[in-house]
């Protein structure tokens, strides 16, 4: 049986989970989307997109490097990752103003010098990766029962982190100076921000993509942040936007046969595009329409 | 009337330079202080002694009855030069309420109305807003808020502890005229009301003279402490700089320092002390 889309919702969803390939894929998507909201929501809210999507760069020479090592690629994704993030945390530890500037030019070269590496340890193995398209774009309809509960521990674990040291963090990335007074431990946070980040970055990349990372990284926290500035609500919007990005793409990939990853970024922009849009309306038509202040009281 | 602050010979070294030395300080509880000088005097320096986040290299320092840094939770603080840009999506409400818990591991995890924890936290949040006068504003994002609107709100997370005594760090820099009496005025009223010690970095004296009781100046390496009329003064500013400074008194009771080795200006562009 061939799917085809009816426009009827239970049956679309049937046809969905008809077979097990599919049903991986969308366990493994949710678990990775919800992830990725949250932690997207702090790395916009932390400026740290360009860093993001670096680190998902790594993902490149990582999955290569798995490949020439005869060792499962998402230990090279990992690996890589987890390194990218120290060496983008190293370079933070210059002093004052320059700091900022310096540090955006360490990601950029640590963003070329990752695929470059990459393209090396690629000719090095010689054999088919998988198929270099994957890699870039995606390959969400081969994930597999092992690599499903993979990523579920992953997701657990850096959710984890976050519900401990959310608020903190929150703290030091907003208001940095009264953070550090207040002795909030704000260059440790910042550092480990950036190790879950890479830890975060190489599980959403294996479905992803290296470079379709924006969808479900940048762009749910992006949107809801677009939405509202009220920080429950802001991560819950960007949970639900991750999670509808994320079967939106598998849905329509399942029913078109073309990649998820074009459908979830498609999604993802357009969305991006109406919350943008939504937010440049004249003010006072939106205060009407939003709740009063003295709701939240 | 109890002792908030009592410095006596200290001195400070950065990166092997005296920044301030001889410096003896006795401010009691409930004073509204200001503290002056040129840029590069050691004013910042100065608070991160009292928060404990510098050291003396001699003499000592006790703040509110026990050594620098061990009653900063009874100290609100309000670091200089934040200013929020319109990408700052965060409310004015949630900023406030870091300064109350902000450093506390875990997320609250359940609405106010399951927790009474929550619901104090944000009815106390509220009152300090009230307090400013920010209510109208508070759940805006704060980076769409004009300067003076974001500084009431600081001031707000700086009270939210209930503090005993407030260290602002110029916190009418960047602000028009109007706007910096509004501001001096609502902490003086804070000072007498509640009680607090308030020390106040600034580089003009004039917007805060009819409210503060008393100043320290610091230049040249030493400070001078007392009433504006007994320390803003030729002779005593000239003894401080070690060199002829001379001060002005307008018409309309203004103060005017000529011949600063560096003038004060209020909007160019300044390092940050660390």
Same mark, same amino acid.
């Given at each position: ?215 479900? #990284?940048? %762009?749910? +926290?992006?949107? /809801? =942040?677009? $939405? ?7 991560? !819950? @919007? &960007? ?31 357009? #969305?991006? %595009?109406? +919350?943008?849009? /939504? =937010?440049? $309306? ?7 329409? !939003? @709740? &009063? ?5 | ?274």
């Amino acid at each position: 049986m061939n799917p085809h889309l009816s426009f009827n919702l239970p049956s679309d969803v049937h046809q969905l989970l008809a077979y097990q390939f599919m049903v991986n894929a969308l366990q493994a998507a949710s678990a990775v989307a919800v992830m990725a909201a949250v932690v997207g929501w702090f790395m916009v809210l932390r400026r740290e997109s360009f860093a993001g999507h670096t680190l998902s760069m790594m993902s490149f020479p990582g999955a290569a490097a798995a490949a020439l090592a005869g060792v499962p690629l998402a230990a090279g994704y990992f690996a890589f990752c987890g390194a990218g993030a120290v060496i983008i945390a190293g370079a933070a530890q210059g002093a004052g103003a320059a700091r900022g500037a310096q540090r955006s030019a360490v990601i950029g070269v640590v963003g070329a010098g990752s695929l470059a590496l990459g393209y090396l340890l690629l000719s090095l193995y010689g054999g088919v990766l998988e198929s270099l398209e994957s890699l870039l774009f995606g390959s969400i309809l081969g994930v597999s029962g092992g690599e499903v509960e993979m990523l579920e521990l992953v997701a657990v674990a850096v959710l984890a982190f976050l519900a401990i040291a959310g608020r903190p963090l929150f703290f030091a990335s907003v208001d940095g100076p009264l953070a550090s007074a207040s002795r909030v431990p704000v260059r440790a946070l910042s550092v480990a921000f950036l190790l879950v980040l890479g830890l975060a970055v190489a599980a959403t990349a294996q479905l992803t993509g290296v470079l379709l990372v924006f969808a479900l #990284l940048v %762009a749910p +926290a992006g949107i /809801a =942040r677009e $939405l509202t500035p009220r920080i429950g609500l802001s991560l !819950a @919007l &960007s949970v639900l936007i991750g999670l509808l990005i994320a079967w939106l793409g598998l849905g329509l990939s399942y029913f078109t046969n073309y990649s998820p990853g074009f459908f979830a970024t498609t999604a993802a922009i357009v #969305l991006f %595009a109406l +919350a943008r849009g /939504a =937010r440049s $309306l004249p003010r006072d038509r939106l205060r009407r329409t !939003a @709740l &009063s202040p003295q709701a939240s009281r | 009337m109890t002792v908030s602050i009592e410095m006596a010979g200290a001195a400070v070294r950065l990166g092997g330079r005296t920044i301030w030395s001889d410096v003896d300080v006795v401010v009691q509880q409930g004073e509204f202080v200001a503290i002056l000088g040129p840029n590069g005097a050691g004013k910042s320096t100065l608070l991160n002694v009292l928060l404990g986040l510098e050291q003396l290299a001699r003499g000592s320092v006790a703040v509110l009855g026990a050594g620098a840094g061990h009653n900063n939770e009874r100290i609100g603080y309000l670091p200089q030069r934040r200013v929020f840009d319109s990408a700052t999506r965060v409310r004015g409400v949630d900023l406030v309420r870091l300064g109350l818990d902000g450093r506390r591991w875990g997320v609250p995890l359940l609405p106010a109305r399951f927790s009474a924890r929550s619901r104090a936290a944000r009815e106390r949040v509220w009152q300090v807003i009230e307090r400013v006068g920010a209510e109208a504003y508070a759940d805006r994002p704060i980076g769409e808020c004009s300067g003076g609107e974001q500084q009431r709100l600081l001031i707000a997370q700086a009270l939210v502890r209930n503090p005993q005594m407030l260290i602002l760090d110029e916190p009418l820099d960047g602000l028009d005229l109007p706007n910096q009496a509004a501001v001096t005025a609502l902490v003086q009223g804070i000072c007498r009301d509640e009680g607090v010690t308030v020390l106040l970095v600034a580089h003009d004296v004039n917007p805060l003279l009819p409210y503060i009781d008393r100043v320290l100046y610091l230049a040249g390496g030493r400070a001078a402490m007392g009433t504006p009329q007994a320390v803003i003064t030729s002779e005593m500013l000239s003894s401080l700089y070690g060199a002829p400074i001379e001060v002005l008194h307008t018409s309309d009771g203004r103060l005017v320092v000529v011949g600063a080795p560096e003038a004060p200006h209020h909007h160019g562009p300044r390092h940050a002390l660390p």
